[in-house]
Structures are given as C-alpha cells and as structure tokens.
C-alpha cells in the first residue's frame, strides 16, 4: 500500500487494486472538520483525478464513534464581514464539487455521528453504507442559526426530497440508520464497523471491476443534469442574501458561543 502525503488529521492511501482511501482522522473531536481538513480534502481529490491506476475513492472516520461531526465550530469565531460568510459557503462549494466531479466512485462509509459538514460530505459520495448506529442531521437550527447553501440543499432534496430536509432541518433531529436506508439518504445498514469495513472493501472491489467510462460517464451526466437546473434559474450565485442573512446575524453569534460555552442559546431573530 502506498501512502500520499496528507496530514495527522486527514490520511489518504491507495492500494494494488486502485483503491483509495480517506480518514477523517480526529476521533478525540469526533473528527470533526477544520478548514485545514476540507483544503486537504480537495487535494486528496486532485490526487485521485491525476492518478489513471485510481479505480474507487472510500471515505471513512477514525474511531467508531462518528464520521465527521460538521465543521470545528470554534472556527467561526473569525468570520466578521460578509466576504467571511459567502467564501467559506463557495469553500465548501468547491470541496463538495471536487468529490461530485471526481471520476471514479466515491463510496461514504459511515458509522455513529454524520453531521453538519460531514453529512455534506457523505451526501456528496455516490454510494453510502452506514453501521445500524449512524444517526445523520443538520442540528443548524438548534445549535448555530446558520443555514445550507443553494447547493447543498439541491444535493440534499434530490435524494430524499425537499419535504424530508425541512423536516430534518426544520426538527433538528437525528436521523437514525434505518430511516436513513428507508428514505434513501444511505444505500445499505450493516450491523457494526468490522461489517462495515468488510462490506465497503468488497463493493469497492466491486466498482474497481467494472466499466470505468460507463460510471464515469453517468456521474458526469447527472452533475450536468442538476448543473443545467441551477444555471437556469439565471443566478450565478442564488441565495447569497440568505447566506449573509445567517451568518451576519446576532443570532449566528449568540449560537456559536452557546453551543462552545455549553448553554442553550437564546434566539431572537435578528
């Protein structure tokens, strides 16, 4: 197995059969993700893109207690001005893109906690497995007062439609493993993390026998599909006011230093 340079926090590996691998690798903060993760992450992707013998890309978290937590919170304490807001919305704009436009399959192999970015992030995959202890959400409205973007709510809505992310978002519950599987948001529930593995490695396998160009060109066609639906609603950049809305807001504020300080925030709307 060969390794690409990558950080303690994010590995990234390839092996003799074209399978590459990304940890998530911060179990001490349920590997929640630093902006440093996510630039990492776009790299791992251009390794992937500028490596022919890559035949599938696995996503995973260390640890068994989650894949990825959503963002490190304590990072939004810098962001001051609207150009903070709407750069790191068109940041993550840019690391989901680098996943979607990749060429082989991505695969999210998910056990306990999805959430926020990393729900982001394995909604962005093409294929999700998850253990029958995964809980997925976007907990935004009880904890932070910020908001998706334009793009990850299409992403979102085209799998289990635009009634369930209301709920879901609107809630801010958790989505258990089982519902997940009924309403398509995964593909498949396996009982724990040795079953997990076991099962993405083989579907790995799977993929890395079949037609590159034929999965190549079905990702390509349906991200131009959904591509098409965006430019025609004639905005470069739709919902960039709801965007500074958020996190411009006393709100967005108050929740990020509710959810450090470990109280319950007190909204107000403004």
């Given at each position: 197995m060969?390794?690409?340079?990558?950080t303690?926090?994010?590995?990234?590996?390839?092996?003799?059969a074209?399978?590459?691998?990304i940890?998530?690798n911060?179990?001490?903060?349920?590997?929640?993700?630093?902006f440093?993760?996510?630039?990492?992450l776009?790299?791992?992707?251009?390794?992937?893109?500028d490596?022919?013998?890559?035949?599938?890309?696995?996503?995973?978290?260390?640890?068994?207690?989650?894949f990825a937590?959503?963002?490190d919170i304590?990072?939004?304490r810098?962001?001051?001005?609207?150009?903070?807001?709407?750069?790191?919305?068109?940041?993550?704009?840019?690391?989901?893109?680098?996943?979607?436009?990749?060429?082989?399959?991505?695969?999210?192999?998910?056990?306990?906690?999805?959430?926020?970015?990393?729900?982001?992030?394995?909604?962005a995959?093409?294929?999700?497995?998850?253990?029958?202890?995964?809980?997925?959400?976007?907990?935004?409205?009880?904890?932070?007062g910020?908001?998706?973007?334009?793009?990850?709510?299409?992403?979102?809505?085209?799998?289990?439609?635009?009634?369930?992310?209301?709920?879901?978002?609107?809630?801010?519950?958790?989505?258990?493993?089982?519902?997940?599987l009924?309403?398509?948001?995964?593909?498949?529930?396996?009982?724990?993390?040795?079953a997990?593995?076991?099962r993405?490695?083989?579907?790995?396998q799977?993929?890395?026998?079949?037609?590159?160009?034929?999965?190549?060109?079905t990702?390509?066609?349906?991200?131009?599909?959904?591509e098409e639906?965006?430019?025609?609603?004639?905005?470069?950049?739709?919902g960039?006011?709801?965007?500074?809305?958020?996190?411009?807001?006393?709100?967005?504020?108050?929740?990020?230093?509710?959810?450090?300080?470990?109280?319950?925030?007190?909204w107000?709307?403004?």
């Amino acid at each position: 197995m060969s390794a690409t340079p990558a950080t303690d926090e994010l590995l990234f590996t390839t092996d003799e059969a074209g399978i590459a691998r990304i940890v998530l690798n911060r179990p001490q903060a349920r590997n929640a993700l630093t902006f440093a993760m996510y630039q990492g992450l776009i790299g791992c992707c251009e390794a992937v893109a500028d490596n022919p013998a890559v035949k599938a890309l696995i996503i995973t978290g260390a640890g068994e207690k989650a894949f990825a937590a959503g963002t490190d919170i304590a990072q939004f304490r810098a962001f001051k001005t609207a150009e903070d807001a709407l750069g790191y919305e068109r940041f993550m704009d840019r690391v989901l893109g680098s996943l979607e436009r990749l060429r082989v399959p991505t695969i999210a192999a998910i056990a306990g906690a999805c959430t926020g970015g990393g729900a982001a992030i394995a909604a962005a995959c093409d294929l999700r497995i998850a253990t029958r202890d995964a809980r997925f959400g976007f907990p935004i409205a009880r904890t932070l007062g910020n908001c998706l973007s334009q793009g990850n709510l299409k992403r979102l809505s085209g799998l289990i439609g635009p009634a369930r992310v209301k709920d879901i978002i609107f809630t801010a519950r958790l989505v258990g493993a089982e519902e997940a599987l009924a309403i398509g948001l995964v593909g498949e529930v396996v009982e724990d993390c040795a079953a997990l593995t076991a099962r993405v490695d083989a579907l790995a396998q799977l993929l890395a026998g079949h037609a590159p160009l034929t999965m190549q060109a079905t990702k390509e066609g349906l991200r131009r599909l959904a591509e098409e639906e965006a430019t025609a609603e004639g905005e470069s950049h739709p919902g960039d006011d709801l965007i500074l809305m958020c996190y411009m807001s006393q709100d967005f504020r108050e929740g990020m230093e509710a959810f450090l300080g470990k109280r319950t925030p007190d909204w107000t709307g403004r």
